[in-house]
T-cell receptor, first 115, second 111 residues
Framework: DTGVSQNPRHKITKRGQNVTFRCDPI?????LYWYRQTLGQGPEFLTY????????KSRLLSDRFSAERPKGSFSTLEIQRTEQGDSAMYLC?????????????FGPGTRLTVL | SQQGEEDPQALSIQEGENATMNCSYK?????LQWYRQNSGRGLVHLIL?????REKHSGRLRVTLDTSKKSSSLLITASRAADTASYFC???????????FGKGTMLLVSP
């Protein structure tokens, strides 16, 4: 148990609805990452924050996706107008010490199913 | 896009045997990390090896890194049924802090 928590653990929604996921890291002053994992694949990077600043976004992150990290603490990932292709596991990870070569600790993930 | 390629895609062994998984990647890296994922769960960090290191041990795990061949291997010795999981290699590429994962090796250890 790394201490990174994610809520909800499972979300089933209908196509076109908006969903929001939350990630609570262990510590506030660190890097926080979002990844997406589809069945049979490894996780793919979406975006990351250094404290409250969003420093990088993948081209996978369409304009329907938005992430925030207010005050550098917890983070939310919102998907608007969900599509069936958004069905995946959304993983949050925390890097405890910023800098090259440090470990990312993952939360349990939120599994999204879009019907 | 995924940089790492794990080999084999699936591996089935008996308890007590050793399991070896390989990972190849394409670009320069800061480090390479191995993670384990049990079915439908989050990823558990196993070991990190930096680009200037060649071998690292942690318990029953042994990781090697050959930057000239852009490859790494993970050896699990004396495997147990509880080692059954998917194993992913992930690279932190030079100039970036994000991780690029492979598709994973699914390991099945039978009692």
């Amino acid at each position: 148990d790394t201490g990174v928590s994610q809520n909800p653990r499972h979300k089933i929604t209908k196509r076109g609805q908006n969903v929001t996921f939350r990630c609570d890291p262990i510590s506030e002053h660190n890097r926080l990452y979002w990844y997406r994992q589809t069945l049979g694949q490894g996780p793919e990077f979406l975006t990351y924050f250094q404290n409250e600043a969003q420093l990088e976004k993948s081209r996978l992150l369409s304009d329907r996706f938005s992430a925030e990290r207010p005050k550098g603490s917890f983070s939310t990932l919102e998907i608007q107008r969900t599509e069936q292709g958004d069905s995946a596991m959304y993983l949050c990870a925390e890097e405890l010490v910023a800098g090259a070569g440090d470990t990312q600790y993952f939360g349990p993930g939120t599994r999204l199913t879009v019907l | 896009s995924q940089q790492g390629e794990e080999d084999p895609q699936a591996l089935s062994i008996q308890e007590g045997e050793n399991a070896t998984m390989n990972c190849s990647y394409k670009t320069s890296i800061n480090n390479l990390q191995w993670y384990r994922q049990n079915s439908g769960r989050g990823l558990v960090h196993l070991i990190l090896i930096r680009s200037n290191e060649r071998e690292k041990h942690s318990g029953r795990l042994r990781v090697t890194l050959d930057t000239s061949k852009k490859s790494s291997s993970l050896l699990i010795t004396a495997s147990r049924a509880a080692d059954t999981a998917s194993y992913f290699c992930a690279t932190e590429n030079s100039g970036y802090s994000t991780l690029t994962f492979g598709k994973g090796t699914m390991l099945l250890v039978s009692p």
